[in-house]
């Protein structure tokens, strides 16, 4: 990984073989973000794509294996359990090696695992505070934890 800061936004770029989600975790929690928005493209080899059922209160997840673009990467940085928590859902199309009549069509979902295939270019910018995430009684997801706010 290499990245470069100016003023409250990072640019970084991760490198072949990185997993997307645990990197930027651990960029995170080396630069202190607990409250940012992201947003990126790049490419991946293989992701590990899920998402809610409320059904069965859990994530139903898909593998993918072969050349993907990431049409668009979209997240958050918030703090859960006391350490920096990437929230990144992800756009992909390119080429399935399991389903190779899909090809080009795009497929999305929460980003559970993404390897790096040549790069990928993230926008990271911090929102100066940090936002906390709260498993509410009786919710199996941990949920953003707003304050109440009042105007004037």
């Given at each position: 990984m290499k990245f470069t800061r100016f003023d409250n936004t990072f640019v970084v770029r991760l490198?072949?073989?990185?997993?997307?989600?645990?990197?930027?975790?651990?960029?995170?929690?080396?630069?202190?973000?607990?409250?940012a928005v992201l947003h990126g493209i790049g490419a991946v080899k293989?992701?590990?794509?899920?998402?809610?059922s409320l059904e069965k209160e859990e994530y139903v997840r898909r593998?993918?294996?072969?050349?993907?673009?990431?049409?668009?990467?979209?997240?958050?940085?918030?703090?859960?359990e006391g350490k920096p928590f990437v929230h990144a859902h992800v756009a992909l199309a390119g080429r399935d090696e399991q389903r190779p009549?899909?090809?080009?069509?795009a497929v999305g979902g929460h980003l559970f695992r993404g390897i790096i295939s040549a790069t990928a270019e993230i926008i990271i910018t911090s929102i100066g505070a940090a936002i906390r995430r709260t498993k509410l009684p009786g919710a199996t997801?941990?949920?953003?934890?707003?304050?109440?706010?009042?105007?004037?």
């Open positions: 490198e072949q073989g990185e997993d997307i989600v645990p990197a930027l975790n651990a960029f995170c929690a080396e630069q202190a973000v607990t409250g293989e992701a590990t794509l899920g998402y809610y593998d993918f294996r072969g050349e993907f673009e990431i049409v668009n990467l979209a997240g958050n940085v918030t703090v859960l009549a899909d090809d080009f069509k997801l941990a949920l953003i934890d707003l304050p109440q706010h009042r105007n004037g």
